[in-house]
């Protein structure tokens, strides 16, 4: 069920949503969070595609804020706010509420956002592009438990990555790093099995890949080695080495879906890792949504621990 409101206000949002949830014997109660994406109309639909598919395993009001801008001076003095509210099946398991915002309002774009949050359920605010710099200082931000932002979508994610370092507040999150919880998982396993000391370490991946960076930042900072950043074809990030005095434990995926894992003394073995959809990445980072510490740790790389240990001192 769509319900289209034009030039309108939250609270006949509000009303339109108890409309449609009344008229299909749906009740609110199920929903167990507030999803706010922010995004421009040429990512809305995968937005909100990848939500609603994460919605299946956490139902949730899903709010996407569209920014517009207006084509004329005159139009741009006007504000106002249009809304396409969806419900039943054109909303996943929950409901979805598309706000096109147009001239000041969309500075304010908060004010819009708080009368729609559901009561007494977290918010998460997910930025698939354009990101602000300081995702906890943003006004939508600072509604959040959880922010999530995308270093894939930027021209310079080296860059923006350790513009991060400073910015980081906890709730912060990036796909980029959901985008390697396969590859920690696997190496996790990898050095339980090989039981010995780790004496050097690379990864190989593409030019100027963040997830690539955040994983290298991750091992120096767990493993106090230095990693060596090896560039490759990709796609993605393709392998990790770490050396031991026994051989090295290396795991490959040069392409597709399978990766090869070598410990020293054992044979091969074939591992399944797919690179995942979005809305796969978005599931994971709704199942949890208190500060990740892991991710603090890979932002700021070798000696995070360390700075964390004095600051408890």
């Known amino acids: 069920m769509k319900i289209d409101l034009t030039d309108t206000t939250a609270s006949k949002i509000n009303k339109a949503l108890v409309q449609g949830r009344r008229a299909l014997g749906t009740p609110a109660v199920g929903m167990v969070l507030t999803m706010v994406i922010v995004t421009d109309e040429e990512n ?26 207006a084509r004329t001076p005159r139009d741009r003095t006007r504000s106002h706010l249009d809304a396409e509210v969806r419900v039943g099946a054109d909303a996943g398991t929950g409901e979805t509420v598309v706000l096109r915002l147009y001239g000041e309002v969309s500075d304010h774009a908060d004010s819009v956002v708080l009368p729609l949050l559901l009561p007494d359920a977290p918010v998460v605010v997910w930025w698939p592009v ?37 910015s980081y507040a906890p709730g912060d999150t990036d796909l980029a790093w959901t985008r390697l919880t396969p590859w920690r998982s696997m190496l996790a396993a990898a050095l ?30 767990r493993l106090k080695v230095s990693v060596d950043r090896v560039v490759t074809a990709g ?20 392409e597709g879906p399978l990766a090869t894992l070598t410990l020293p003394g054992q044979p091969s073995r074939t591992l399944a890792l797919k690179v995942r959809p979005t809305s796969e990445l978005i599931a994971e980072e709704l199942r949890r949504l208190d500060a990740d510490e892991m991710y603090a740790i890979a932002l700021r790389g070798e000696g995070a621990e360390a700075e964390e240990g004095a600051a408890h001192v």
């Open 192 to 221: 339980d099995q090989a039981r010995t000391k780790i004496i050097s370490a690379a990864v190989e991946a593409e030019e100027e890949n963040p997830a690539a960076e955040l994983l290298a930042r991750w091992l120096e900072a």
């Open 235 to 254: 796609p993605v990030v393709t392998a990790v080495r770490l050396g031991t005095d026994k051989g090295e434990i290396v795991i490959d995926r040069p």
């Open 130 to 166: 354009d990101a602000p710099d300081n995702p906890a200082k943003d006004p939508l931000g600072a509604l959040a438990q959880r922010r999530i932002t995308d270093l894939y979508a930027v021209e310079d994610p080296l860059r923006v990555l350790r513009a991060r370092v400073s």
């Open 44 to 69: 809305a639909y995968d937005s909100m595609k990848a939500a609603e598919d994460a919605s299946h395993e956490h139902p949730s009001r899903t709010l996407v804020v569209i920014k517009r801008q």
